[in-house]
């Protein structure tokens, strides 16, 4: 069963922390991706990676960097966490060779900055 | 800017009923097409994709495609209350590129 896991489901920081967001995927996908979901706002790229220390900007990349050591793993770093980053960050991954394959995501980590 | 526009609903139908969810899309190099659904407080799971014109069925749902018209709708049929959720329209641009871009998502209420 593949699989998309992130480190927490839950997180609460205070503003100005640096905050680490995991996912590890077991799919051995090439492709990963970090969005932000907010209501109203639906879902937005921040970073995606297609090899291991590869990163491309997405759409809202400001605030934020990422990190590829390992092929399975792709961090968001929050360098100095804000109130507005306050959200749910979703981590999602996909093979590449077809334009058909789906992406799968991970179950989120709602993280509240205070 | 490439954008992905859906009704934001809700949308409401009586258990049994068809649901009808259309997304039109902004890139008309675009070459293929998503329908997820999202619980609420869960991640998206995909439902089918789509990448030539007219239908294509899977069970209660068919999705459809009109690439001149720029336009996608997913088909729901024999709605049930375990429909009930978010549905969001994604779009892959041209050949090796793997990034989505997503609508902004449907939220359907099936009525028991």
């Known amino acids: 069963d593949v699989k998309v896991t992130q480190s927490s489901r839950y997180l609460v920081k205070r503003t100005g922390e640096k905050v680490f967001l995991e996912c590890v995927q077991d799919?051995?996908?090439?492709?990963m991706f970090w969005y932000r979901q907010d209501p109203g706002l639906g879902l937005r790229l921040i970073y995606f990676?297609?090899?291991?220390?590869?990163?491309e900007k997405g759409d809202i990349p400001e605030g934020y960097s990422v990190s590829r050591e390992k092929k399975e793993r792709f961090s968001l770093i929050l360098e100095s966490a804000s109130t507005n980053q306050t959200s749910m960050y979703l981590c999602?991954?996909?093979?590449?060779?077809?334009?058909?394959?789906?992406?799968?995501f991970g179950p989120g980590t709602r993280l509240t900055v205070l | 800017q490439k954008e992905v526009e859906q009704n934001s609903g809700p949308l409401s139908v009586p258990e049994g009923a068809i649901a009808s969810l259309n997304c039109t899309y902004s890139?008309?190099?675009?070459?293929?097409f998503f329908w997820y659904r999202q619980y609420s407080g869960k991640s998206p799971e995909l439902i089918m994709f789509?990448?030539?014109?007219g239908d294509k069925e899977d069970g209660r749902f068919t999705a459809q495609l009109n690439k001149a018209s720029q336009y996608v709708s997913l088909l729901i049929r024999d709605s049930q209350p375990s429909d009930s959720a978010t549905y969001l329209c994604?779009?892959?641009?041209?050949?090796?590129?793997?990034?989505?871009?997503f609508g902004k998502g449907t939220k359907l209420s099936v009525i028991p």
């Open positions: 999602a991954s996909t093979s590449s060779g077809s334009s058909y394959n789906e992406q799968f």
């Open positions: 799919m051995d996908h090439e492709n």
């Open positions: 990676s297609y090899d291991v220390k590869m990163k």
């Open positions: 890139d008309r190099g675009s070459q293929s």
């Open positions: 789509i990448y030539s014109n």
């Open positions: 994604a779009v892959r641009s041209g050949a090796g590129s793997y990034q989505l871009t």
